[in-house]
């Protein structure tokens, strides 16, 4: 059977391999400080809870997909991330469709030829259709992104969560744009808005008035939902992608240096990428020379210009 990896899970196995940063350092670095930090790696019996927690999350995942858990699938990063994280727009997203389901049913009417809107109904019929559909993709999204549900192996966004794409979040990546990082974030915290429509749809239906109110809340739910969806689908995917790529080109020149493979790598890999990477490669292994530093500065280059 072939084994199938996601971009994310990509970007994990080449962590993993040079120590956990690709960036600005060399691969012997890299492995003698994942050695150290694994040598302390076991939780001190001091923190009980945390303890007590680790064995809870370890009964959990042994449950997962019958006798053996998780302990043989390819899947288990994806199961653990569920213990940790949840979506805390979910509930409050399925609520809301239920609601709309109900409403639905009672503005519409089965012609036998199918399902239509009642007279009069029809602009609010095709509205509450239109944010349903919307709320389905947001809830995707956002149980994809929060990691209370990411996908196995494909799926949107490369089966990252945004733990996985953001990091330590002390800095904005260079690539992402604060304004995509505030409309994920919002997305997240879109419960008022959310428990605002629910408030006024429940109202509809429970005393038939009120769609005035009705319609305003689904024109601020939908603006904030498609604009999230939108930055979601259109931008995210691209960035995943061109990370894993140049995650995967930095492992490479790390075991071109290295010599973990390096025989095999140099006979198989496409000239065009060698091309490519050659330069890169060199730059590190001026690096591991000593010939520069490890932040591409030259050795002394700054003494020699204080002295000036």
Known sequence: MALKLSYCQLIKIVLSQIGGSPLQQVYTQLSQGLQQITKGGIIPSEFTQLKTFVDQVTTALNGVNGVGGVVNDI?????????????????????????????????????????????????????????????????????????????????????????????????PAADVPDIDLQVLVDGFNSGAILNQFKTNLSSLIANQTGYAQLSVAINNLQ??????????????????????????????????????????????????????????????????????????????????????
């Open 223 to 308: 603006s904030s939902i498609v604009n999230f969806n939108t930055t979601v689908t259109s931008k995210l995917n691209k960035i995943v992608i061109q990370k894993a790529v140049e995650t995967y080109i930095t492992n490479l020149a790390f075991n071109l240096l290295s010599g973990c493979s390096s025989t095999v790598i140099n006979a198989t890999i496409r000239p065009t990428a060698k091309s490519a990477i050659a330069p890169f490669v060199e730059y590190y292994q001026k690096i591991q020379n000593g010939v520069l530093n490890a932040d591409g500065s030259t050795p002394g280059a700054s003494d020699t210009a204080l002295a000036i």
């Open 75 to 171: 899947n288990a990063m994806q199961e653990l991330t569920k213990q940790f994280f949840y979506n805390p727009v979910e509930t409050v997203t399925n609520e809301s469709v239920a609601l709309i389901d109900t409403r639905l049913a009672q503005i519409s009417e089965d012609l036998g030829s199918g399902i239509q809107p009642t007279s009069g109904n029809e602009v609010e019929y095709d509205k509450l259709l239109a944010i349903r559909s919307n709320l389905l993709e947001f809830k995707g999204h956002t149980n994809i992104l929060s990691g209370a549900n990411p996908p196995s192996t494909t799926g949107g966004f490369g089966g990252c969560t945004l733990a996985d794409l953001l990091g330590s979040g002390c800095s």
